[in-house]
């Protein structure tokens, strides 16, 4: 399996909207609708926050979002809060069926 | 509430094996599909393997393939992942989810660690 590719950290003043990339192929993000997004604190397990590229849990904020073009998928978060700093990673399905999860992203509010 | 809590994580050494449990509650067990989801200590998140609801569909990691079987006991609401010829490599935490639709992995537990070494 090859890492979907997403930068390794992101950072932004409170209040403020960041937004997370997460590139792969024809193969995975660009083939389905089957990206999802999770959320992980230090030493806490992985939180699912968006699913099908858009689609968001309930119980999940509503500053969170996604989209996808093309080969690349995006994770915005508006309105930054301090809670938000964590470990962000995507995940797709891909054409060997299997699962790919990008490389992590580090949030930082600064 | 929905639950799953991963056991029987240790110290095992290369070449051994391991089995590990998944205890699933607060759903309906057999109508979701599960996975196996690992992380290397301070790496990303690596899937592993994932059973369809029934038992009959199994899908691995190039990374595991021949080596982990995943299987589940729907009479028990539990999974396991049969863990043969382990490598120093395959440390990590290991976390099994419910999937949700298609191969979203919602509730997750807080894993349990398998360390492989001499």
């Known amino acids: 399996q090859s890492a979907l590719t997403q930068p390794a950290s992101v950072s932004g003043s409170p209040g403020q909207s960041i937004t997370i990339s997460c590139t792969g192929t024809n193969s995975d993000v660009g083939g389905y609708n089957y990206v999802s997004w999770y959320q992980q604190h230090p030493g806490k397990a992985p939180k699912l926050i968006i699913y099908?590229?858009?689609n968001r849990p309930s119980g999940v904020s509503n500053r969170f979002s996604g989209s996808k073009s093309g080969n690349t998928a995006s994770l915005t978060i508006s309105g930054l809060q301090a809670e938000d700093e964590a470990d962000y990673y995507c995940?797709?399905?891909?054409?060997?069926?299997?699962?790919?999860f990008g490389t992590g992203t580090k949030v930082t509010v600064l | 509430e929905v639950q799953v809590l991963e056991s029987g994580g240790g110290l095992v050494q290369p070449g051994g094996s391991l089995r590990l449990s998944c205890a699933a509650s607060?759903?309906?067990?057999?109508?979701?599909?599960m996975t196996w989801v690992r992380q290397a200590p301070g790496k990303g998140l690596e899937w592993v393997s994932l059973?369809?609801?029934?038992?009959?569909?199994?899908y691995y990691a190039d990374s595991v393939k021949g080596r982990f079987t995943i299987s589940r006991d729907n009479s028990k609401n539990t999974l396991y992942l049969q863990m043969n010829s382990l490598r120093t490599e395959d440390t990590a935490v290991y976390y099994c989810a419910q999937v949700r639709g298609i191969w979203t992995f919602d509730y997750w537990g807080q894993g349990t660690l398998v360390t492989v070494s001499s």
């Open positions: 607060g759903f309906t067990f057999s109508h979701y599909a």
């Open positions: 059973l369809s609801g029934s038992g009959g569909d199994t």
């Open positions: 099908e590229v858009s």
């Open positions: 995940g797709s399905y891909t054409s060997r069926s299997t699962l790919d």
